[in-house]
């Protein structure tokens, strides 16, 4: 049975990294989910969904849902996809879901190749792999990241020159202090020496060097 056949009916996701998202499917893409969670829109890549199965009448009778709904950013009239909804997104407030068990706030700067360039309050410019990206939860209208004003939230916030490749942006940071997974451990902070056989060398703060592999960087941020 295709998932695109239950459009309309209440399922359960389980995304890698264990979580599990239940709402109304709204609609299936090439590569994207859009699942209602009776409050937000969640835009998921297909690739992280490892299971999914109806809901029980009990737990569809426990989502609430909001007074106001909001407004999809997608297009019905075209079959959605990943590249299409990040480039929908550029500038909306929004929550992304990468790694370490805490979401990001802030809004799309710019999708390349194989990443998009995010800025974060908090974390201010990051760059995020696309393969990792778990969910999209753009805001309602009327929101805006821990409640801050314009002049919090700059337009253009970095004067760096993005490259086409997320493996490319690295290399270009190399001898930058940078975090990485969003500092999920003391292993991936440090300076960049720099990039081998598809692994990245970082310099600890106690200069022991350490080697971490292309395929598990998640997020980028620079101290």
């Not at 297909?46 to 909001?70: F, G």
């Not at 802030?106 to 998009?116: K, T, V």
């Not at 190399?174 to 598809?198: A, P, Q």
Request: net charge negative.
């Amino acid at each position: 049975m295709k998932l695109k056949d239950n459009i309309g009916k209440y399922i359960k996701l389980e995304l890698s990294g264990k979580k599990l998202i239940s709402g109304l499917l709204i609609d299936v893409g090439s590569d994207l989910l859009v699942v209602f969670n009776g409050y937000d829109y969640l835009y998921i890549p297909a690739i992280h969904c490892q299971n999914w199965m109806y809901l029980k009448q009990y737990e569809i009778d426990e989502i609430t849902l909001s007074e106001e709904e909001p407004t999809p950013i997608f297009n019905n009239n075209e079959e959605i996809s990943l590249r299409k909804t990040l480039t929908a997104a550029k500038g909306i407030f929004s929550e992304i879901y990468v790694t370490s068990n805490q979401a990001l706030h802030g809004y799309i700067i710019s999708i390349m190749n194989n990443y998009f360039v995010f800025y974060s309050p908090i974390y201010k410019t990051m760059f995020i792999s696309l393969n990792h990206l778990k969910w999209l939860i753009p805001y309602t209208n009327n929101q805006r990241p821990y409640g801050l004003s314009n002049a919090n939230l700059p337009v253009n916030p970095s004067n760096i020159t993005f490259a086409r490749s997320f493996e490319v942006q690295i290399e270009k940071l190399t001898g930058e202090l940078i975090v990485f997974n969003i500092g999920e451990n003391e292993h991936v902070i440090g300076k960049v020496k720099s990039i081998k056989d598809n692994f990245v060398e970082l310099i600890g703060a106690k200069e022991d060097p350490v080697f971490i592999n292309l395929q598990h960087i998640k997020t980028i941020h620079m101290t």
